[in-house]
């Protein structure tokens, strides 16, 4: 079992930056890839970023070039670097775990309880 907990989330003006945490406890998180998603009001939970267990990064490309995902396997974190945030980014962000990332949450066996970010225009 691994325990997941999102922070970071926050109020920000649109072109500003926040960075997200996805804290592990239980298992080291090196043994999962670690996905962020968000869902935004009234919207489907959508795929965002996924770094895989051997460390191969993808985005979605609504996020690309402005996200950053990473993870730091001896602090057992992952993160997620937002840049240049946009009002459209405004969602509930949550990380999961598995031993494989899908872009679809379906089936992901480790869920975080969420972050809010919410960017001002």
């Known amino acids: 079992q691994v325990q997941l907990v999102e922070s970071g989330g926050g109020l920000v003006q649109a072109g500003g930056s926040l960075r997200l945490s996805c804290a592990a406890s239980g298992r080291t998180i090196s043994r999962y890839a670690v996905t962020w998603f968000r869902q935004a009001p009234g919207k489907e939970r959508e795929f965002v970023a996924a770094i895989s267990r051997s460390g191969g990064t993808y985005y979605a490309d609504s996020v690309k070039g402005r996200f950053t995902i990473s993870r730091d396997n001896v602090k057992n974190t992952g993160y997620l670097q937002m840049n240049s945030l946009k009002p459209e980014d405004t969602a509930v962000y949550y990380c999961?775990?598995?031993?494989?990332?899908?872009?679809?949450?379906?089936?992901?066996?480790?869920w975080g309880q969420g972050t809010q970010v919410t960017v001002s225009s």
């Open positions: 999961a775990a598995d031993d494989v990332w899908r872009r679809t949450p379906n089936g992901y066996e480790y």
